[in-house]
């Protein structure tokens, strides 16, 4: 999706032209509030309010901005406890709870999607939790490293077949945006996009859904690079001057050798640190027919062409167009953060991306121990 739809536009086109008609009521006891009040997603602070009864009763009624994805929220000093809401043109909600223990014990009535987001809201919590005990673990006692992988392994393997459960049996709902936070797009883009699909077709108009499709947008970028250095793709061919400022060369021209492309730049730290294995791996290969292309993101010249000496990287295939980010070959590449390779094999089919140090010193070993 390289531009938003028509529909998309439309919707954008709308917001805030016409408030809607809400009302929000129910019970909260043991609230410990004297009020309760609606706010958006945005960080709006407030937009309709209650005073909440001594029996824990309420009743929000007027008008909002428009139907999007709200929060019901206890107005109390010491309190952050908040029910999320997907709140509609007319929606009449009720909303049950105790005050205590909001994020687990509430009913929310007249609005099933609502409902069902509240519990994989719940779910999602939960597993955060498990990853911040994980953290506390590993960062406390490193020898249980290995095993608290594991068992993160494991309870993350439950919380995404929780998540394709969740997602099966709420197609095409607003109750959705809880999935949204749950699928990683760099590990599951197909699954990623047809939740985005979804939102957009139960609840385009909704400014956090339109949010969330610019965003997709950026993730779908992101997804065609990566699609084109995967392993087996023919590596994108780019054409840029060497050191020299006359002699072109091509990514190609080194066809029929194994080819370490390597962005970097002198002014990066962990590459100026990497650059000696890479250093040892081209001495180490380079008769069995292993070469390396670096492709600086440098501005300047000098310090571009005193690091190569500096850093002893002897073999000549050494190009730039001096544009630092803006660099040609790196936006071929979707370089985002260097140094980033991609090891291109024979045939200038790719083998893998971003190994560094030892893991690719193991490839290398495994290409050429064979």
Not at 157 to 183: E, G, M, Q
Request: with cysteine; net charge positive.
């Amino acid at each position: 999706m390289k531009k938003l739809s028509l529909i998309t536009l439309m919707a954008i086109s709308f917001i805030g032209f016409n408030q809607i008609d809400i009302k929000v009521s129910g019970n909260i006891f043991n609230s410990g509030a004297d009020s309760i009040y609606i706010s958006n997603f945005q960080g709006k602070p407030y937009y309709l309010g209650s005073k909440i009864n001594d029996d824990g009763t309420f009743l929000i009624e007027g008008k909002i901005d428009q139907p999007d994805y709200y929060k019901l929220k206890l107005n109390h000093p010491n309190s952050k406890k908040e029910i999320d809401l997907i709140i509609r043109n007319n929606s009449q909600i009720e909303v049950y709870g105790d005050g205590n223990n909001l994020e687990n014990f509430v009913n929310i009535v007249n609005s099933d999607e609502s409902n069902n987001m509240y519990k994989h809201m719940i779910k999602l919590r939960e597993f955060m939790n498990k990853v911040d005990s994980a953290r506390l673990i590993i960062k406390s006692d490193t020898s249980k490293i290995k095993e608290t992988k594991k068992w993160y392994d494991q309870e993350y393997s439950k919380f995404k077949a929780i998540t394709k459960t969740f997602i099966a049996r709420n197609r095409n709902s607003a109750a959705l945006y809880a999935a949204y936070f749950c699928v990683n797009p760099q590990e599951d883009f197909s699954t990623y996009e047809s939740v985005i699909k979804q939102l957009e077709n139960s609840f385009i108009e909704s400014p956090t859904v339109i949010k969330i499709l610019k965003d997709y947008e950026q993730q779908k970028a992101k997804q065609i690079a990566n699609d084109k250095l995967a392993p087996g793709k023919i590596a994108p061919d780019f054409e840029e001057l060497k050191t020299d400022r006359k002699t072109m060369m091509k990514l190609s021209d080194l066809r029929g050798k194994i080819v370490l492309l390597d962005f970097w730049a002198s002014w990066c730290g962990p590459c100026r640190r990497e650059n000696p294995t890479v250093v040892n791996l081209y001495n180490k290969y380079k008769d069995k027919g292993f070469t390396v292309m670096s492709v600086s993101l440098d501005k300047d010249l000098t310090k571009w062409l005193q690091a190569i000496e500096k850093d002893n990287l002897s073999w000549s295939n050494h190009v730039s167009d001096l544009k630092g980010w803006a660099s040609k070959a790196g936006k071929e590449y979707g370089v985002s953060g260097i140094p980033f390779t991609v090891l291109i094999d024979r045939e200038g089919k790719i083998i893998a991306k971003n190994l560094r140090g030892e893991e690719l010193k193991n490839k290398l070993d495994l290409i050429f121990n064979k």
